[in-house]
């Protein structure tokens, strides 16, 4: 096939920046290591790569959510040290996961019973300390199915970790009686808010996410995390509107002088999501405001602010994320995974 021409949309991602995240997320957490969580495709910014840097900078022990997550990160790190979190739900999975030699997170008694007529191994176990998702309840511990389990990491969940509440402490309580309840090799509770809670909640091993990616889940981490992903877009068409033309779907913006606009390669289907509307696209550190509804392939700009932009010049998306999110009522997260495959093109 003839090679691909270049993009008009590209996703430029700071390995330096993802690296020194993890590192300080890693001295953050003390004398616990920090992990990574590399779901959701790398929180959206491509799994296998991600791992790949963060393996570099020296993150040993990473989770994903899905089994087929798993099998995407076969050569990208060492598979001894990946935790599938939802665990086998069906004996395939724990076949699955013992031949590419994955641990997986055992959050029931009926899944610690699988996975031991799979020929079990060694696992990690999910105790539910108050976030009511998955896991065993504390009282689960005592099957005979949990004792006969070989465990790597006990963990649990925070459900409150990037606020002050008192549901913090709880858990916190409620993991240390688990830890004395069930031998395990290695504790591991906190996420990136968690691990902001302080050195109480790190335990052996951390599970940072969202602050590697440039996420700020707490004001202690503000400062100390730094942007990773920077979408660009181009422009693919300029065209002069007249004053009383408008742009768009439902016409929702109508130009009231003649004005240069700019027609961009992003839409919702990137991730740019409607609730982005009032904001703007820079180019060279200029402002260009959006007009009328973002549709699934482009949006259009006010280029009047950069009278020298033209077709093909990039334009930088706004992607700091504390900022991005507060601005449109979405979370840090759902900023990051739904940025769309076309980014990665
Ligand atoms: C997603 C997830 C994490 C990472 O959480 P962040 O808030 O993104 O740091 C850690 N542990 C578990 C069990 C998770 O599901």
């Not at 598979?79 to 996961?97: C, I, N, Q, T, Y």
């Not at 030699?101 to 191994?121: D, F, T, Y």
């Not at 709880?170 to 504790?187: G, K, S």
Request: charged content about 20%; hydrophobic content about 45%.
């Amino acid at each position: 096939m003839a090679d691909l021409p270049p993009p008009s949309l590209r996703l430029n991602l700071d390995e330096g920046a993802l690296a020194a995240n993890w590192r300080a997320l890693d001295a953050l957490s003390g004398t616990a290591r920090a992990g990574a969580a590399v779901k959701a495709d790398g929180y959206g910014l491509g799994a296998a790569r991600v791992a790949r840097a963060l393996k570099a900078a020296g993150a040993q022990d990473f989770f994903v959510a899905h089994w087929s997550e798993a099998a995407e990160l076969e050569g990208a790190i060492d598979m001894r040290r990946l935790s599938v979190l939802h665990g086998p739900l069906r004996a395939e999975d724990a076949a699955f996961g013992r031949a590419l030699g994955v641990r997986p997170v055992i959050n029931s008694v009926p899944q610690a019973r699988r996975w031991l007529e799979s020929g079990g191994g060694p696992c990690d176990l999910m105790v539910d300390t108050g976030i009511n998702r998955l896991g065993l309840a504390p009282a689960d511990l005592r099957d005979p199915a949990v004792a006969a389990l070989e465990i790597d990491v006990l963990m649990s969940h925070l459900a409150s970790a990037d606020e002050d509440s008192a549901l913090n402490a709880l858990q916190l309580d409620r993991f240390r009686a688990a830890c004395a309840a069930v031998p395990a090799r290695r504790h591991s509770l906190a996420n990136s808010a968690g691990i902001a809670l302080g050195a109480d909640y790190a335990f052996d091993l951390t599970r940072p996410g969202l602050a590697l990616y440039g996420g700020v889940p707490r004001p202690e981490l503000a400062g100390r995390i730094r942007q990773v992903a920077r979408p660009q877009a181009a422009i693919v068409q300029v065209r002069m509107l007249s004053p009383g033309e408008s742009v768009g779907y439902n016409a929702t913006f109508t130009a009231d002088r003649p004005l240069r606009a700019g027609v961009v390669s992003l839409g919702y289907a990137d991730g740019f999501l409607r609730c982005r509307g009032q904001g703007a696209l820079h180019h060279q550190g200029a402002a260009l405001p959006l007009l009328g509804k973002v549709s699934m392939d482009m949006v259009v700009v006010d280029l009047s602010a950069a009278p020298q932009a033209g077709e093909g010049d990039w334009l930088d998306v706004p992607f700091d994320l504390p900022g991005a999110a507060s601005a449109c009522g979405l979370s840090q997260y759902e900023l990051l995974t739904t940025l769309g495959r076309r980014l990665r093109a």
